[in-house]
């Protein structure tokens, strides 16, 4: 989930860096790290996360159209 975020965070322009670090693989507690210009870094983070949401939404829509 993660990655998913990181890589819609990076292509919004206003992103100057998206990445998380989990030192290990059963780490519960990833640091995720956010540096943006001219937004804040919640108002980037909500934004990208409606555009997965979206992506989502046309993903599910388009799925049930073809196994009709």
Do not use: G, W
């Amino acid at each position: 989930m993660l990655n998913l975020l990181r890589t819609e965070l990076l292509r919004d322009e206003r992103v100057l860096i998206a990445n998380y670090d989990n030192k290990f693989v059963i780490m519960t507690h990833p640091i995720f790290r956010l540096k943006t210009r001219d937004i804040d870094p919640m108002d980037a983070m909500k934004e990208a996360a409606a555009r997965i949401v979206a992506l989502c939404d046309d993903f599910s829509t388009q799925f049930q159209i073809a196994i009709k």
